[in-house]
C-alpha cells in the first residue's frame, strides 16, 4: 500500500540551517563521546541583534547504566552562532535543557568570566553535571536531546538573558545511554490443546525458567485445581510440563512463572440434542491511509542569501489501520522523488529533506503499540520512519497515526523558482 505526498518550497526568504539526519551513539562499557552539529534560533538581548546558525555540542556520557540512576554528563557547547557586535567583559551562566528519554532536565554550568570580543562568536567552555535515567526504561537506549540553552549574562549586577532554540525541537540525538535490563521473569507462553473435556492431555509451554524439573498446574479463579503435571526447562529457559485436566479449570500455568497465563476452555458434557454453532472471523486489511493521499504542505519562502538555508515545517499524520487479526507486525517506510519544477525544467539535486518520525496509538483498543523511527534524510532509498513489532504468540494490530516534523535543506545558490518533491509512505 502506497500513498504520495506532495511538499513545496519556494526559494525566496528566511535563514535557517537543518541538519537532515541524527545519528545515535551505541552505548558500551565506558564513557563514550560524540559531537553533533545543532541549528539554534538565538534571541539575544538588546542591542545585539538576533541571529541563526550551527552550534557543534560535544557530549561525553557513561556507555550504559541502570534506570533511576544519576550518571555524569559532560557538555561543551562549542562557538555560539551569535556573532558580538560590541567588546564588554561579564560573568556567564550556562543552562542546558535536555530531553532525556522523555524527560526534560537542566544541566548548569559554573559562572565564567568572559571577555568579549565584537566580531568573535563565544566559545563557551566544558562543563559537567548529572542527568537521571528515567525509570522504565529497562533495556532501552535512551537518548540525549538539546531542548533549549539559555546563557545569562552578569554585567555589574544586571543580567542579560540570550536564548537559543533548537530546530527541530528536541535536537538531533547528542547521545546516547543503553539501558540495562532487569532479570526476565518466568513467563507461561502457550497451552496446547487450550479447550478440552475432563481427562485432556495439556502441554504447557514456557520461557525463562532455570534449567531442570518444573511443575505444572490448573486453575480456576487463580487457584490450583489440583490437576497437576511434571517437565522440564533447557538450558536457554525453555520449558514444557505436561499436565491433564481432570477438574474444571479456567487457565493452565507452568509453576513460578508470573502471571498472566495461559487461558484454558473447560469443555462441560451437556445432556440432550447437540446443535453445533460456527462463527468465521475474517482478517481485515493491512491499511494506510487516506486513500486520496494527503494535502501539500507548504513551507516558509527562503529568499537566497549566499549561505546554506533550511525550512521546518511538518508533514501531516496518515493513518495506519492494522485489522488482521493475527501476530504480524508491519513498517512505514519513506521514499521521495527529486525536487523539480516540470514546468521551467529546473531542479535542486543538492537539496535534502529530512523527517524526525513519530507514531502515535489512536485506538486505546489496541493491542499493539507502535515504534518511530530514527530521525534521518528521505532519499529514494526506502526509509523507515514507523513499525510494529510481530507479537509472536500475542495478538498485534491496532489503530495509529504516523507523521513527524519535516525539514527541507538548500544548498547556497540554486535558481529562484518553485520546486515540489513528491513523499511516498508504503506499509508492508
Known amino acids: 500500500m502506497r500513498r504520495t505526498f506532495p511538499r513545496r518550497v519556494l526559494a525566496g526568504a528566511g535563514a535557517l540551517l537543518l541538519a537532515a539526519g541524527a545519528a545515535g551513539l551505541a552505548g558500551t562499557a565506558q564513557a563514550a563521546t560524540k559531537t553533533t552539529p545543532v541549528f539554534e534560533n538565538c534571541d539575544a538581548p538588546a542591542p545585539q541583534p538576533d541571529g541563526s546558525g550551527t552550534q557543534d555540542y560535544t557530549v561525553t556520557l557513561p556507555g550504559t547504566a ?43 554550568s559554573p559562572p565564567e568570566t568572559v571577555s568579549v570580543v565584537a566580531g568573535t562568536p563565544l566559545d563557551p567552555k566544558p562543563f559537567s553535571g548529572t542527568v537521571r535515567i528515567p525509570d522504565g526504561t529497562e533495556g532501552a537506549s535512551v ?45 507461561t507462553t502457550k497451552a496446547t490443546p487450550n479447550s478440552g473435556k475432563a481427562g485432556t492431555a495439556v502441554t504447557v509451554s514456557g520461557a525463562n525458567f532455570p534449567a ?33 485436566v481432570t477438574k474444571k479449570a479456567d487457565a493452565v500455568r507452568i509453576d513460578g ?5 495461559r487461558p484454558f476452555v473447560f469443555v462441560e458434557e451437556q445432556a440432550g440434542v447437540k446443535n453445533p454453532v460456527d462463527i468465521e472471523v475474517l482478517p481485515g486489511p493491512l491499511a494506510l491511509g487516506p486513500a486520496a493521499g494527503q494535502p501539500a504542505v507548504s513551507f516558509p519562502p527562503v529568499t537566497i542569501n549566499g549561505k546554506a538555508q533550511s525550512v521546518v515545517g511538518a508533514f501531516h499524520a496518515a493513518a495506519v489501520q492494522d485489522f488482521r487479526g493475527g501476530t504480524l507486525g508491519w513498517d512505514v517506510t519513506a521514499t521521495r522523488t527529486p525536487f523539480l519544477n516540470e514546468a521551467t525544467g529546473r531542479s535542486m539535486p543538492q537539496a535534502q529533506l529530512g523527517i524526525q518520525p513519530s507514531c502515535t496509538v489512536t485506538n486505546p483498543d489496541s493491542p499493539s503499540t507502535c515504534t518511530a523511527g530514527a530521525p534521518g534524510a528521505i532519499t529514494d532509498t526506502p526509509m523507515k520512519v514507523a513499525s510494529q513489532a510481530p507479537g509472536g504468540e ?24 518553485t520546486y515540489r518533491t513528491v513523499v511516498t509512505f508504503s506499509i508492508a
Open 212 to 244: 531442570g524439573p518444573v511443575t505444572c498446574s490448573a486453575l480456576l479463579a487463580g487457584a490450583p485445581t489440583g490437576d497437576s503435571g511434571t517437565g522440564s526447562a533447557d538450558a536457554s529457559g525453555a520449558a514444557t510440563c505436561l499436565v491433564t
Open 257 to 261: 512463572s508470573v502471571a498472566p497465563y
Open 66 to 108: 541502570k534506570a533511576g540512576d544519576s550518571v555524569p554528563v559532560t557538555i561543551d557547547p562549542g562557538a555560539s552562532p551569535l556573532i558580538p557586535g560590541f567588546s564588554i567583559t561579564t560573568v556567564n551562566t550556562t543552562k542546558i535543557t535536555l530531553k532525556v528519554g522523555d524527560t526534560t532536565q537542566v544541566v548548569t
Open 394 to 417: 500475542e495478538l498485534t494490530g491496532g489503530e495509529f497515526a504516523v507523521g513527524g516534523a519535516g525539514m527541507i535543506q538548500l544548498p547556497p545558490f540554486m535558481f529562484a523558482d
Open 143 to 187: 537518548d540525549v536531546r538539546l531542548d533549549l540553552a539559555v546563557t545569562d549574562a552578569d554585567l555589574g549586577g544586571t543580567v542579560f538573558t540570550t536564548t537559543c532554540t533548537p530546530a527541530p525541537r528536541p535536537s538531533a540525538v547528542l547521545g546516547s545511554v543503553a539501558v540495562e535490563a532487569l532479570p526476565k521473569d518466568p513467563v
